[in-house]
């Protein structure tokens, strides 16, 4: 069992940066596979990023990629979620996702992730 929290949304302008962090509980984080997805009002909740358990060959949706930058540090079972270039359509509720399944690379759906944080708003205003 894994207890993911999430910190570090808020309120940004668009252009602007953002980092978030989520911790996770057990004594197991090296053998997750991490990532993050999003949920805006109105939508489904869509893949953003994810990295596997060695923190090899990070994977982005093409919506993010080159913006967004997932990383993790086994040691303090940590994973963030850098932003930078903010955009309004950014706005939404980011979630810690794990996988205790393999995972190399490649876009992931919520029906493969295993445990969920539960959410931290991000609002980007133009």
């Known amino acids: 069992q894994v207890q993911l929290v999430e910190s570090g949304g808020g309120l940004v302008q668009a252009g602007g940066s953002l980092k978030l962090s989520c911790t996770a509980s057990g004594r197991f984080f090296s053998t997750y596979a991490m990532g993050w997805f999003r949920q805006a009002p109105g939508l489904e909740r869509e893949f953003v990023t994810a990295i596997p358990k060695n923190g090899a060959r990070t994977f982005s949706a093409d919506s993010v990629k080159g913006r967004f930058t997932i990383s993790r540090d086994n040691a303090k079972n940590k994973v963030y979620l850098q932003m930078i270039s903010l955009k309004p359509e950014d706005t939404a509720v980011y979630y810690c996702?794990?996988?205790?399944?393999?995972?190399?690379?490649?876009?992931?759906?919520?029906?493969?992730?295993?445990?969920w944080g539960q959410g931290t708003q991000v609002t980007v205003s133009s």
């Open positions: 996702a794990a996988r205790w399944r393999p995972y190399y690379s490649g876009s992931l759906s919520s029906t493969d992730i295993d445990y």
